[in-house]
């Protein structure tokens, strides 16, 4: 059984979407020849019950050996260069640090990143005196265990895998990206080192093909795309009761600005305004409630557009509680991000296996509108019309079944669970090693 390191900054209990990507690999690894050790940090404390200084890093780490996989959890030492870029954040030194900072690769300008990456540094200095790996994979973002991947292969000639969940700037993916000076500089510095980084790993991953080619295009690097996806165990789990007495339209997780929930408000108004009784019909978005800028406009849209019917805006909830609420769903929603090709939210990948239908609009490209039609999980609207249908549709299955629940075609559903993306992963690891 060969031994793989994996760095990844989000992994449970931190409660985000890519702790999934990580903990999906330390759970499926093992199967398929490689045991992983996960490094990351105490996502049980907050960030300043992790402080420490940085000769008491070692021993402040915590080992926990759990069925699958082994994880070190890190405290966050406090370096001198993370108390002086503290020291210099509100000054006219700022931007000139940032650019110094990019310069030397430091992609993660916040002073918390540095400290992270000094800190994820100093414990490999001491973990690999007594520890050996066969391959490393870092997992972006942030930037730093791309950098230390690197750092590790010039030490201690360790073969490593760069594995990304996203680009630096989706912005980079659009047809009509015209980048300003800024953007051009920015760019121009994210390509220099990604390439750099990337030059002596065995290969790049990314989520999805169209992302793939633009990675391997900035990088010179051979990319594949390793998806995000879904837990088996998640497929028929939680399902909703027969005969329920409320229609309930579900989206869970953030949706950003970049997303276009315009024609699905336009369509869902509609389709209420239709119903003989339209308090029969519930809408649920859900973890939306949150302090930023994205949220506080669509929120303010659906006041707008869904202000006589039932509708309800509510905070983050845990995974369980997610999949829970879209499993009770009659219908799940999701804005797509027309304008940045390739682009999957790991969301989608729970809907696919919800048994569901799912409502997708606008209609993107190389992304999740292909997605469900490959898989035959949904519908893509390109007007409000077409969703009052869909919608209509659905609300008159209900109406005659208690449910709208429908079988799986299991075989393309699975090619996108986390086991199989995993799969896919470590024969390319294979592959490459030998």
């Not at 780490?61 to 260069?81: A, C, H, L, S």
């Not at 993916?173 to 510095?189: A, G, H, S, W």
């Not at 019309?385 to 299955?397: A, G, R």
Request: net charge positive; charged share 25%; with cysteine.
């Amino acid at each position: 059984m060969r031994k793989i390191l994996i760095l990844s900054y989000h992994f449970p209990p931190m409660n985000v979407i890519a702790s999934q990507r990580s903990l999906g690999y330390a759970n499926h690894f093992k199967k398929f020849g490689y045991s992983p050790t996960i490094l990351t940090h105490q996502w049980e404390k907050s960030l300043q019950e992790q402080f420490c200084e940085p000769n008491e890093i070692i021993q402040k780490t915590i080992k926990e050996e759990k069925e699958n996989y082994t994880v070190y959890r890190m405290p966050i030492g406090q370096f001198k260069r993370g108390k002086f870029l503290k020291g210099i954040e509100k000054s006219f030194l700022n931007k000139l640090g940032i650019l110094f900072s990019w310069m030397f690769g430091h992609l993660d300008t916040r002073r918390e990143l540095l400290n992270n990456k000094l800190t994820e540094r100093h414990f490999l200095k001491h973990h690999l005196i007594e520890n050996q790996y066969d391959v490393v994979m870092g997992i972006f973002s942030p930037h730093y265990h791309l950098s230390n991947c690197a750092w590790l292969y010039k030490k201690h000639q360790i073969p490593y895998v760069l594995d990304f969940r996203d680009l630096w700037n989706n912005r980079i993916t659009r047809e009509d990206y015209r980048p300003n000076f800024n953007e051009k500089i920015q760019d121009l510095f994210y390509t220099f080192w990604w390439r750099k980084w990337g030059r002596k790993s065995i290969f790049l991953t990314i989520v999805s093909k169209y992302w793939a080619k633009i990675l391997e295009n900035k990088t010179q690097m051979k990319s594949y795309e390793i998806t995000n996806g879904f837990e088996k165990t998640d497929i028929n789990v939680y399902l909703e009761e027969p005969n329920s007495k409320v229609f309930r339209i579900v989206s869970t997780g953030t949706i950003y600005q970049n997303q276009d929930l315009t024609i699905i408000l336009d369509g869902l108004q509609r389709f209420l305004s239709s119903l003989k009784d339209p308090n029969t019909v519930e809408i649920h978005f859900v973890g939306m409630i949150k302090h930023n800028v994205e949220n506080k406009y669509w929120q303010e849209q659906i006041k707008i557009k869904l202000s006589h019917f039932k509708y309800y805006i509510t905070p983050r909830v845990t995974r369980k509680e997610s999949l829970i609420l879209q499993k009770n769903a009659s219908v799940l929603i999701f804005p797509t991000v027309p304008n940045e090709p390739g682009f999957y939210s790991g969301k989608i990948f729970e809907y696919i296996s919800s048994g569901k239908p799912i409502l997708v609009s606008p209609k993107d490209k190389f992304g999740v509108s292909d997605l469900i039609e490959f898989t035959n999980t949904g519908f893509t609207g390109t007007n409000e019309n077409e969703i009052t249908i869909y919608l209509k549709d659905k609300y008159d299955l209900w109406k005659k079944n208690g449910n709208t629940y429908s079988f799986l075609d299991l075989e393309k559903v699975n090619f996108y669970s986390r086991e199989n993306q995993t799969k896919l992963l470590s024969e390319l690891i294979t592959q490459n090693l030998n």
